[in-house]
């Protein structure tokens, strides 16, 4: 046990170690412009708003983060903490703040410290009479030539990550100068193809467009929905490997599944995730610092998963798989309300940290086609492995390493062992047969019962209890076998039905002839075993091969008597 303890320190020090190496130091710029220069395009009702939440979700990530916003009265009204230092999305606003970034990453580069910078744009887009695309500013525009040579190539960060929420505006443009719709859709997803980007190795970009003339805001949640999604995906629910960070692959695969579920809408969203080439696993997002965070381990009876504000600002979305662990980090509220479609709880900020909610029943609303189109579709296919491996296929993205088992603590990378709230907990009742202990040439069998608890994805721990008696053997006399052992094992890696664990303890080791009694009722005993799981005929079994050794003392010496066998358990 001593060396378990070197080990799991020693793995925590090189860790540590990798961590301090790969710090990054982020920023990130948002826009977001409700308005058009357009007559025949309605302003947007809520780009102000998914600007907000933008900049309160990247600062709670830990990015050091600049909004350019000209809030309309309803957003005002919320008296944001952001809004303060907000500046309006102007032309000279944009190129004043890129300069500040490209001499904060100069600075840093000086150091020694790596940079990244998210640059997040959310509003109109739109083609001239020439049919080039731009997006709309206040008073301005960022055309394909100026976005680039303006915003992206000045930063002089490290990596450089786009984000553009000008799905719906794409989607409300209509034919101008002679252009089919698809032609104008053509232009605008040429701003950031994968085409445009190869030419810029340390730039990536992830958007989403529409595929005609309908809208994607959403009254409901008060924001748009790509953006909803994408900020929900950053906030934790992607980060399908439980490591802290959010690549592209787990950001472009939950997305893709949040969004694949919506069906009766005119206008269907469709994402593109392209990853810098030079860093295909470059994260979008680091390790969190520190702060509000709702914990959802594997085995919580809810899959999908709301969180609001007092204000009904609705914060994050995500749908789990029945054995998915997810930790979301939200930005700070007094009050949060979790909801279900059938259940919700109010949590204040002091109670968000105590566990998992309990939930109360609620009562369900309908409101109409599209409402409930989306209500029903959005988030309706969780993000497993099984989707994500698929997407990463397709999508020809480079896979993050999901045998990643631990999450990390909140601040940092290391593993960490606390609990939080409610594991999964599986009963396994069995039956072991085993080659008899000191040597006796029969078999020792008998019952077993174990509890295994979920400490990670992969990852169990529990306890384990087995009693075994032999035939009888040699005038007469039966071997007793009986041990109580702590476990730590690893199942279902890399989606494979193995498992692997080892174990130790106490045991008792008694010999009965008769009226004959004699034994050692403090030997120390281990346990290994290796085997598989299954569904036969509606079953859950459990099937592996074991290793046991027991320290026994004979003839006033100790050793370590072997034993090998095998144990078939049912599991509950």
């Not at 999305?89 to 998210?118: F, H, M, W």
Request: one cysteine or more; a negative charge; hydrophobic letters at 40%.
């Amino acid at each position: 046990m001593k060396k378990l303890g070197l080990l799991f320190g020693a793995f925590a020090l090189l860790s540590g170690s990798s961590a301090s190496a790969e710090e990054v130091v982020r920023r990130a710029l948002v826009i977001a412009h409700n308005g058009s220069d357009d007559p025949s395009l309605p302003d947007l009702r809520f780009a102000d708003d998914d600007g907000v939440l933008w900049a309160e979700t990247l600062q709670r990530l830990g990015v050091e983060t600049t909004l350019l916003v000209d809030p309309d009265e309803a957003t005002r009204a919320g008296s944001r903490p952001v809004l303060a230092g907000a500046r309006p999305p102007t032309p000279d606003e944009v190129k004043r703040e890129v300069a500040r970034l490209r001499a904060a990453s100069l600075a840093d580069d000086e150091l020694g410290r790596q940079t990244d910078v998210l640059v997040i744009y959310v509003g109109h887009g739109n083609t001239d009479e020439a049919g080039r695309a731009y997006f709309t500013l206040a008073g301005g525009r960022l055309d394909k030539a100026t976005l680039y040579s303006d915003v992206v190539d000045p930063l002089a960060a490290d990596f450089t990550h786009v984000i553009v929420d000008a799905c719906r505006a794409s989607g409300v443009v209509g034919s101008r100068g002679g252009q089919t719709d698809a032609a104008v859709l053509a232009e605008l997803r040429g701003m950031l193809a994968r085409e445009q980007l190869a030419t810029r190795p340390t730039v990536g970009a992830v958007f989403a467009e529409s595929d005609d003339g309908e809208t994607h805001e959403w009254s409901r949640i008060r924001a748009g929905v790509f953006s909803h999604v994408a900020r929900s995906g950053l906030m934790g629910a992607a980060d399908i490997n439980g490591d802290g960070r959010v690549e592209y692959s787990e950001l472009g695969a939950f997305v893709s599944a949040s969004l694949k579920g919506v069906k009766g809408l005119p206008a269907r969203l469709t994402l593109h995730a392209f990853a810098p080439t030079r860093e295909p696993r470059r994260p979008l997002v680091g390790p969190a610092p520190r702060g509000p965070s709702l914990t959802l381990p594997s085995g919580f009876e809810h899959s999908r998963i709301s969180v609001e504000d007092a204000d009904g600002r609705r914060l994050a979305d995500v749908r789990r798989s029945e054995d998915q662990y997810v930790l979301l980090r939200l930005p700070e509220r007094d009050v949060y309300w979790v909801r279900t479609p059938t259940a919700e709880a109010r949590i204040t900020l002091a109670e968000l940290s105590t566990g998992v909610p309990r939930m109360a029943s609620r009562e369900m609303q309908e409101r109409g086609p599209a409402e409930e189109a989306l209500r029903r579709g959005l988030f309706a296919v969780p993000l497993d492995k099984h989707y994500y491996e698929q997407y990463v296929a397709a999508a020809g993205l480079v896979p993050v390493d999901l045998a990643r088992a631990f999450p990390p603590a909140e601040g940092g990378t290391l593993p960490h062992l606390m609990l939080r709230g409610p594991q999964t907990r599986q009963w396994d009742w069995g039956l072991t047969a085993l080659r008899a202990p000191l040597g006796l040439s029969t078999i020792a069998a008998g019952p077993s019962v174990a509890l295994r608890m979920e400490l990670r994805p992969f990852l169990y721990y529990g306890v384990r209890g087995t009693y075994a008696l032999t035939a009888e053997a040699l005038d007469g006399l039966r071997l007793h076998r009986a041990t109580v052992q702590g476990l730590v094992g690893t199942e279902g890696l890399y989606r494979t039905p193995l498992f692997l664990e080892a174990g130790a303890g106490l045991g008792l080791l008694a010999l009965t002839k008769d009226s004959l009694r004699m034994g050692d009722s403090t030997l120390l005993t281990t346990h290994a075993a290796a085997g598989v799981t299954g569904t036969l005929a509606g079953l859950k079994l459990r099937l592996g091969a074991t290793l046991s050794a027991d320290l026994v003392t004979l003839d006033g010496n100790n050793h370590w008597d072997p034993s090998y066998g095998v144990e078939l358990a049912l599991r509950r």
